[in-house]
């Protein structure tokens, strides 16, 4: 079983990202064979300056790594190191209609938010199909928002498949976790670099508490009984609670007394203390840059050798 995904380093990693894929990858490293990648890539859709870009990507590394990626176990790289899926994408650009990237929500998304809507971004899905495929995916782990690119994958494959005879790209089924398939920004709406609306994993403490008491709620007073069922602070608090501890808080909900202040601490308690074994990890991956490099150019080494064998094959069943 491999099981594969990727994150794009464009921006400051939020809590959406680590319970919508980081947190699966990591824990899946004991269910298969496990392939994680950054996007350096698709980034380029939205990330344009090169320090930014170079900036993100070694955060991403750093972070994966502080949170438990295994390098020896798991195969984790920079997808820009590994040039075949260019190949891959431009072979595959050709078995992908027009009509089915026009369907895309995201594309749609990021063209009505006022994104300059360009070849890459619309070719986008080509790309990522390119990462499942290259590497014989059976399982993507994802959130919601990328099902659709999964499914495009799908649909590729099987034109590619069909037109050429050959059983030769494998099907990949994307991975959600229902509970965590779109974790709320502290505006209520999905959270997303490009909304404005997250919450950092690893940010300063002074800057996740601005965060954190920024989440919208009702304006019911301190000696109001309070609806946990449509808060935004505790759709997060689910997260890092166990039952009995949201449990607990729901009483806090139902009696008055407190107000929505009260419990953004608690949950910016949790936030602290879940990430807090990980930030001295972190500290010393950041202040070893060597190190970090050597992690990724192995990994790239691995996959390479993969991406590789596979594209000699596609490029004989299509006569290149
Ligand atoms: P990206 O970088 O936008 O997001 C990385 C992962 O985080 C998930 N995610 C969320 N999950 C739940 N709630 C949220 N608010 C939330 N925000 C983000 C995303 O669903 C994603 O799983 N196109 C991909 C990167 C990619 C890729 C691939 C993924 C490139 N090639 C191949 C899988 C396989 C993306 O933009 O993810």
Redesign the pocket.
């Known amino acids: 079983m491999r099981i594969?995904?990727?994150?794009?380093p464009?921006g400051t990693l939020h809590i959406?990202?680590y319970?919508?894929?980081i947190k699966k990858m990591i824990e899946s490293q004991n269910d298969g064979e496990l392939f994680a990648f950054i996007?350096s890539y698709?980034a380029l859709t939205t990330v344009k300056d090169k320090e930014v870009l170079e900036k993100n990507i070694f955060e991403a590394a750093v972070n994966f790594l502080a949170l438990g990626m295994d390098p020896e176990k798991s195969t984790f790289w920079v997808q820009s190191d590994v040039k075949e899926v260019l190949e891959l994408y431009w072979i595959l650009s050709n078995h992908t209609s027009m009509g089915l990237l026009e369907r895309a929500h995201s594309y749609k998304d990021k063209v009505a938010k006022g994104l300059i809507p360009n070849h890459g971004l619309f070719s986008y899905p080509v790309l990522?199909a390119a990462?499942?495929l290259l590497y014989d995916s059976n399982l993507?782990p994802?959130?919601?928002?990328?099902i659709q690119?999964v499914e495009m994958t799908r649909d590729i494959a099987n034109s590619f498949n069909n037109h050429y005879k050959e059983n030769i790209l494998v099907l990949p089924e994307a991975k959600v976790d229902e509970v965590?398939?779109?974790?709320p920004g502290t505006d209520g709406a999905?959270?997303?670099k490009s909304y404005g609306n997250t919450i950092d994993m690893f940010g300063t403490k002074k800057g996740i508490k601005k965060q954190v008491m920024s989440i919208v709620t009702d304006s019911k007073d301190l000696d109001e009984a309070k609806d946990y069922t449509t808060c935004n602070i505790y759709k997060l608090c689910e997260l890092f609670m166990n039952e009995d501890e949201l449990k607990e808080l729901q009483q806090r909900y139902a009696t008055p007394g407190e107000g929505y202040g009260h419990f953004k601490l608690t949950l910016l308690d949790k936030i602290n203390e879940h990430f807090a074994p990980y930030i001295q990890k972190r500290e010393e991956l950041i202040n070893n840059p060597k190190e970090v490099k050597e992690i990724l150019d192995f990994g790239a080494k691995k996959a390479r050798k993969i991406a590789a064998a596979k594209m000699e094959k596609i490029r004989e069943i299509v006569g290149l």
Do not use: E, P, R, Y
């Not at 594969?4 to 794009?8: A, M």
């Not at 994802?142 to 990328?146: A, I, W």
């Not at 965590?180 to 974790?183: E, G, I, K, L, N």
């Open positions: 594969l995904s990727g994150i794009q464009s959406g990202n319970f919508g894929m996007a698709h990522m990462d499942i993507v994802v959130g919601k928002d990328q690119h965590v398939a779109t974790v999905k959270m997303s």
